[in-house]
């Protein structure tokens, strides 16, 4: 891992802590929400404020997420709301906390200048022993206060000030007027500058989660679904919804189409297929020549040529597939007749415009586990897990694409890939559902029919 933090590749974007006032307000939250405080002088903190030193430190990742359920956060800058979230257990938590801090920034920057907000997001279960939780989370709740409770006082001194208007005989109640002055002490004038950070909700019918090997729960879409990185019968009964596995490849394929959530790459908008195609292509030549122990040279396109040339007929039946699109695109070829259990299938499909898109590029990631640069961009757990199994040959050449071809414009790779970034309104529209199985099957007309 150490060539993707240098590459700013892993741990990119976090932020630095090192003056002795915000370490000491750090550990004045730490120590309120774990018990806990860091011997350190500097570290790097994400979105939620979790470290990775001090997780090397206190030997546990989750120090700030007990059970991986109901994570918890510091927050001691709204400069956070950039940073990325490490060890991710829900794939919403990023998102929540990036639109928390966006809509109380003005009061979260009034905030952390005189103190660290703690605070944490609630999932409707508080740990997650059976399958069956996953159906009942639909909701986070996030609320916050600083370590010395400005909130909360400044909630407390606005009913007093209220009693003082509205109560005939308040101007005369010495305790009262007592309790105003003490607060005002501790929260300012709240008449002029006001305090509040009330608890927000957000709803979270759709998400990923690392739990139980890795499961996409999809329960707003026409037809809810559960799909399963492991076996489906590892997740036992769930009622009333439909679960599948990754190795259901046709079942899938029919539910994307089903439900409106993937659109052909060669149909996309804006998208130049054939420069997609043909990236696509070198990274399985790259995995295949990588597990034949070919030698790579430099791993420039050339390179890659004569390493097709030297497999042949052992070419995968992935490239192939890409490669016969690849034809039809340049009008060198016919249409290829592609089922969704071709190899080669989900490599040629993106995540349609909506709300569940990101969830769906996530799933094709795994659906598509040789292109690299959309596991890197969509999923890094998975692509942080991957990369640990690799030689060092195909570390060295991914991490060197990355660097060259996505870091340098990350924001202008996504959207040439995946399209625009959707709206919040658009974050909650349902996808229209396909009417017509017999005419809209796939990008191909294509999905095989069978027992699902």
């Known amino acids: 891992m150490k060539r993707l933090i240098e590459k700013g590749l892993m741990f990119g974007n976090l932020i630095e802590v090192s003056s002795p006032q915000l370490v000491e307000r750090y550990n004045r939250a730490l120590k309120a929400l774990t018990g806990k405080e860091t011997a350190l002088s500097d570290f790097h903190i994400d979105i939620s404020g979790f470290s990775p030193e001090i997780g090397d430190e206190f030997g546990d990742r989750l120090y700030l997420n007990p059970h991986g359920c109901n994570r918890q956060f510091i927050l001691l800058t709204t400069s956070q709301k950039t940073a990325p979230l490490l060890h991710i257990k829900f794939s919403t938590s990023r998102d929540i906390l990036q639109r928390f801090i966006a809509a109380n920034e003005r009061q979260l920057f009034a905030l952390t200048a005189q103190?660290?907000?703690?605070?944490?997001?609630?999932?409707?279960?508080?740990?997650?022993?059976?399958?069956?939780?996953?159906?009942?989370?639909?909701?986070?709740?996030?609320?916050?206060?600083?370590?010395?409770?400005?909130?909360?006082?400044?909630?407390?001194?606005?009913?007093?000030?209220?009693?003082?208007?509205?109560?005939?005989?308040?101007?005369?109640?010495?305790?009262?007027?007592?309790?105003?002055?003490?607060?005002?002490?501790?929260?300012?004038?709240?008449?002029?500058?006001?305090?509040?950070?009330?608890?927000?909700?957000?709803?979270?019918?759709?998400?990923?989660?690392?739990?139980?090997?890795?499961?996409?729960?999809?329960?707003?879409?026409?037809?809810?679904?559960?799909?399963?990185?492991?076996?489906?019968?590892?997740?036992?009964?769930?009622?009333?919804?439909?679960?599948?596995?990754?190795?259901?490849?046709?079942?899938?394929?029919?539910?994307?189409?089903?439900?409106a959530l993937v659109e052909p790459i060669v149909q996309a908008r804006g998208m130049d297929a054939g420069a997609v195609l043909r990236q696509k292509m070198d990274f399985i030549l790259v995995d295949a020549a990588d597990a034949l122990g070919l030698d790579l040279g430099d791993a420039r396109r050339t390179e890659l040529r004569k390493i097709a040339q030297r497999l042949g007929d052992a070419l995968p039946p992935a490239f192939l597939g890409l490669a016969a699109l690849l034809r039809w695109v340049e009008r060198?070829?016919?249409?290829?007749?592609?089922?969704?259990?071709?190899?080669?299938?989900?490599?040629?499909?993106?995540?349609?415009?909506?709300?569940?898109?990101?969830?769906v590029n996530m799933l094709l990631a795994e659906l598509a586990p040789m292109d690299v640069r959309q596991m890197f961009i969509t999923h890094k757990e998975l692509f942080y897990a991957s990369y640990a199994?690799?030689?060092?040959?195909?570390?060295?050449?991914?991490?060197?694409?990355?660097?060259?071809?996505?870091?340098?414009?990350?924001?202008?790779?996504?959207?040439?890939?995946?399209?625009?970034?959707?709206?919040?309104?658009?974050?909650?529209?349902?996808?229209?559902?396909?009417?017509?199985?017999?005419?809209?099957?796939?990008?191909?007309g294509a999905v095989k029919r069978g027992k699902l």
Not at 390 to 405: G, M, N
């Open 115 to 259: 103190d660290a907000v703690i605070g944490e997001l609630a999932n409707s279960v508080y740990e997650m022993s059976s399958p069956l939780k996953l159906l009942d989370i639909r909701k986070v709740t996030v609320e916050a206060d600083t370590i010395g409770g400005h909130v909360a006082d400044a909630n407390q001194l606005g009913g007093l000030i209220e009693r003082f208007r509205t109560e005939p005989d308040g101007w005369r109640d010495d305790d009262l007027i007592a309790q105003m002055i003490a607060l005002a002490k501790k929260t300012g004038d709240v008449t002029r500058v006001p305090i509040s950070l009330p608890a927000m909700c957000f709803e979270q019918p759709s998400f990923w989660t690392a739990h139980f090997g890795g499961v996409y729960v999809f329960g707003d879409t026409p037809v809810p679904a559960v799909i399963s990185v492991l076996p489906r019968a590892t997740l036992a009964a769930l009622p009333k919804i439909k679960v599948m596995d990754l190795s259901q490849r046709n079942a899938i394929a029919e539910w994307m189409v089903t439900n």
């Open 332 to 359: 060198a070829g016919p249409w290829p007749q592609l089922t969704s259990e071709h190899p080669a299938y989900f490599y040629t499909l993106r995540a349609a415009a909506g709300p569940q898109r990101d969830l």
């Open 389 to 444: 199994t690799w030689s060092e040959k195909k570390r060295r050449y991914v991490a060197d694409f990355l660097e060259r071809e996505y870091k340098v414009d990350a924001q202008g790779a996504r959207a040439a890939l995946f399209g625009p970034e959707p709206s919040m309104d658009a974050r909650h529209q349902l996808p229209h559902i396909a009417r017509d199985l017999g005419q809209i099957v796939g990008p191909w």
